[in-house]
């Protein structure tokens, strides 16, 4: 029993630097993509709308979603996860929580990538006619998000399962005595 404890303890402290992460990345998200903002010209537009519409939109939709994350590491403290084995109501709240914050990376991973493929197709030719120099592509951005969440969804589902082999052995145990 105590080996499953440890290990549910680690996964939740596990959990806890992972959901940071992904909160700090939806804080920097947009920094990558800054000099995109305020373009004028109707050459630029697409860039425009790429920038204000799908890039902000998105890092919208993704801290709402790091909140959650948050969320989970408040009731974790709450519910007492990291010094006692979880009770049936911190189990089924946590784990629905956590089942939340794996289709949110889900949804992130895949909207990332569709953003991603919508950004490499944007004309940036006439950046220069609004003062900007030669423009690269900055792709790591995309990158680092694609390993965040997937780092979400394995860090969410270990501390689920853990949280779960506690529950059941506390109870086996007890029933046993």
């Not at 990558?32 to 425009?48: A, P, T």
């Not at 993704?62 to 007492?80: C, D, K």
């Not at 589902?157 to 949280?163: C, F, I, S, T, V």
């Amino acid at each position: 029993m105590q080996k499953l404890f440890r290990v549910q303890k680690i996964t939740a402290w596990v959990y806890t630097v992972t959901a940071l992460a992904v909160f700090l990345y939806t804080l920097v998200f947009m920094t990558e993509y800054k000099d995109l903002f305020g373009l004028k010209l109707k050459q630029n537009s697409q860039i425009s709308f790429f920038h204000d519409s799908v890039l902000q939109t998105f890092n919208r939709q993704i801290f709402a979603l790091a909140l959650l994350g948050i969320l989970v590491i408040v009731f974790s403290f709450f519910l007492e996860i990291f010094s006692k084995v979880p009770d049936m109501f911190a189990l089924v709240a946590l784990t629905a929580l956590l089942a939340a914050g794996i289709g949110g990376a889900v949804y992130a991973i895949t909207n990332i990538q569709a953003v991603e493929v919508f950004y490499r197709g944007l004309d940036f030719q006439y950046l220069y006619l609004e003062g900007m120099a030669e423009y690269e592509h900055k792709l790591t951005t995309f990158r680092v998000g694609t390993g965040v969440y997937l780092l979400q969804i394995v860090s969410c589902a270990a501390y689920g399962a853990a949280m779960a082999a506690s529950h059941v052995k506390f109870k086996k145990l007890s029933a046993a005595e």
